[in-house]
């Protein structure tokens, strides 16, 4: 191979001679990088499936609700999509009676209008039996529930009446993908055609009912592209009563969790980057230390320092390029094996290869192992030619200024390393605060840890020198190898104290994180709803629940009061909720004022978390209520305000004690206001039933319910909860999936760190082999030496990733931080195995060399 | 003697910090190279000896004192008018060779020509026609390792004539060198000196080799202690 410039040919030629050493260099870059591109990859791939399943839950990407037909300007708006690209269907839900023939009287309904050959956009309607919607649904057929067919004694092809049309049952709908996000889920559910609705004649003039527009936009790789927030913000001018929702917001489960992954997965892919950055600036450095002499040599036959530094660069820049390369390939693999080994738990459409994330994560890895190297490589500048003739002596010690002016460009390039670590850091995460943080963090550390190598430094010198009693031989040459002159004791502690800190964060992170998400959505979290019972029915119900034993967690029956607030500390909603100039009452107002159907609790359930003020104790007798974090945002509400509440007629007023975030969504009762039992008590109630059963069960307890209580109706959620407790378990699977990865790579590269510093003590072993020690007693040298240095940047390591990781963790993962003293205690013992047995397994070749070998080359 | 000399020292001296306590390797030289000259650097063990080479090379600078060289001041300037200086008007031969162990024998002697921007083929062809004069020419493509001491070391002399500068500094060439060996590279330096007409600068312990010089210098404690010209015979 060969290259015009003079410095491409001295690189080329030193990199092809020292290619096995630069394997290291390659494999630090390669571990980054094909980390980073790997997770990007699979979290991009993560990300599209939990959007898919979030798209499923509410069966299109962007949905408007209102409770009016769309009006011609608003048709013309909705058109204007449809026009570049987007999709639309319309659904109309409205509550109507059904009958079937004269014996029985008719039930209540929930009618929902549909176009079977564009609804659903995402997830599908499945029938039993088991047509496709769009053949088995026609202007003359219906889907229906199947406690409708319980409650009319009807079976498929049985025909019911509904308005001024008869129709056939074609099927019982056994999952609705949407069913949860569409409104009045009174009674049991049909499904018709909008053509079918029609034909009923139940919508006229005023009729109440609620219209739901679908839309679907382009799929990525389509020609036409629709910006989300653009389209809604567009359409938010044209419906401005109307709820319109996104598929970023369907479930605030998914919504978090999409969130916090995305957040989670690019910390992880940054850290994995700099912890490999690291590995290659410790492996740069070595290098350049081993050629010192080459270096004096090139400066003596007359080279430049910036032509050295060009060569070094230039050297690295292969390294890097060729590191990147490799990482490319591991990245590939790595997104190709995640889905492989997390096949048996979720399913994963093939991910497609991202040239774009293959380029990034070149361009990331060789800019870090660039900026990351140039410590190292503006250290050429100080290599005096003169030492050829004299090794390892200073010059007379200039004076403090003239020290200072020296230094100024190692601090120049260390805010050049560290403004380009937050360009990328920024870039990674999409988040300038982010990056901002992430280097402040890292500046930070990087000082604290310099001044702990400064401190141990002096202060093992001292405890060595002034030691009343005679340490052992091996001790005291271990710790006199730390603070001997020429030693790189603090650049390894620096590094491994980082590469610690960032490792540590991953798990302190994961495990805090891991905690939240799980807590999202418990275990016993109910799929299976009861509603309108009454409280003649309330023990019978009890009864009825406490007489199976089929349930995953305890059954719950909680009150329901429909009650009014009225004032908060005297002032109306109304008044609190005056819209800003210009901004149409509508909404705002009516969540205000609205009847909620509220319960009391007792326990704080676990999703629940109080975010100011306290919860009540069971006993507690006073008034009390618990207000959701938006609402109190909202209304203005304080722990220790005063409500005054409206029910049947009746005022009350209630102590705020509390106010919460819910971290699931449990239908049933508002979540926004939480009651202590005696705020509600003596007021009319219904109650509410949640029970958690395996979805295979859930038929069954709707039969036996109906059997008994035929006015209670049971909502199925049980497929729409198993889609949201995948999400999570999904979500939480990934997690420690990748972070496992990410410190298994950190692990490997800081012990290649340590084993990176293995050829300065080559010559140090010879000596001592040549005046007579052991291997045993170079092994015991070298152990003092590394325990040493691991257990401080383990403890090190340790304080910092927990400062840095409850930063991370409060401010942008918004979940609560906790000290964690096993997993620092941990960290410490296994740095310190970690550092000694790199050094150990470094250190074996050493050991069996030859001492004349050694000494000769010197 | 009527030219310009090519090197001139005035009270130099020369202290390093060994980290507890200052020492002081050179105390005050002064001293006049001129050019054509073969001059041997002699001494004992830690006299100075390799400081003072440093010194003239510009590898290093001075504690106090001034060196000029060409006329030129060199005592104060800095590392890459060194480097280039050094590039253009010196050349090397050490008694551990130094030569570049990643590169070849003839990419070692072609180093300095394309450190200085010189990459054709005249110096492609330069390097061979050195290689072949000290007797490598079957040598070119071996590495530094695969090569006998001797023969490294006539690597290094055939780098330090590459750019044919003007002072050739040689520190104990034949140090490292059985005496066979070291009196056939002494033979070579000489002959290629007188070959490119360069002034000579050798440190020995030798004093058979410092014999062949015309001019004998010897330090002691950092002192020049003698001055000896051989009148021609």
New interface residues.
Partial sequence: MTFASPAWRMAWREARASAPKFAFVIFGVAAGVGALTGVRGFSAAFHEALRREARTLMAADLTIRQFSPPTPAQDAEAAKWTARGARLTLITETISMLGADDAAPPVLVSVKAVDPSAYPFYGRVRLEPGAALASALTASTMAVSDDLLLRLNLSTGSTVKLGNAEFTVCGVVRFEPDRMTGSLNIGPRIMITRDGLDRSGLMIFGSRASHRLLFKLPQPGAPQRIDVQQMRDSLKKAFPEAMIVDYRETHPLITRALDRSTTFLSLVSMIALIVGALGVATAIHAHIQQRLDTIAILKCLGARSAQVIRIYTLQTLLVGVAGGLAGVMVGAAVQRLFPVLLARYFQFESIPWNPSFALEGMAAGTLVALLFTLPPLLAIRDVKPALIFRREMAEVKPKLAARLRKQLPAFAAAAVILAGLGGVASWLAESFRMGAWFVGGLAVALLLLASVAWLLLRGLRLFVRLSPFRLPVALRHGLANIYRPGNHAPSVLVSLGIGVMFTLTIFLVQKSLLKEVMGAAPKGMPNVFMINITPRDHDAVREFLDSRSDYLAPPRLNPLVPVRLLSVDGKSPDEILQPPPGQPPGQRRRRGGCVRQVTWLEDRPEDIQVRKGAWWRKDDTAALVSVSEGTAGRLKIEPGMTLRWNSTGRDFDVRVAAIHRVQSVRPGADEEFLFNRAALAGLPAQYFGAVRLAPAKVAGFQRDSYRRFPTVTVINAADVMNIVQEVVDQTALVIRFVSAFAILAGAIILASTVAGTRLRRTRESAVLKTLGARRARLIAIFSVEFAILGATAGLMGGALATAFSSTLLTRFLDARFQFELVPNLVTILLTTALAVTAGWLASIRILGQRPLEVLRDE | MPSQPVLSLQSVTK?????TH?VDILRGIDLEIHPGEFVAVMGASGSGK??L??LL?G??SP?TGSIQLDGDEISRLG??AL??L???KIG?V?QSY??????TAE?NVL??A????E?GEQAATRARMLLTTVGLQDRLDH?PVQLSGGEQQRVALA?AFM?KPPLLLA?ESTGNLDSINGRQILDLLVALNSQEGATLVLVTHDRDLAALATRIITLRDGLVVSDERKTPE
């Fill in positions: 202290s390093i910090d060994t980290g200052r390799s400081t080479l440093g090379a590898l290093d504690t590392e890459d480097s280039e050094r590039g253009r090397f050490f130094q030569l570049i162990p990643t590169l990419e180093l300095p394309e450190l200085a921007g990459t590495y780098r750019r520190d």
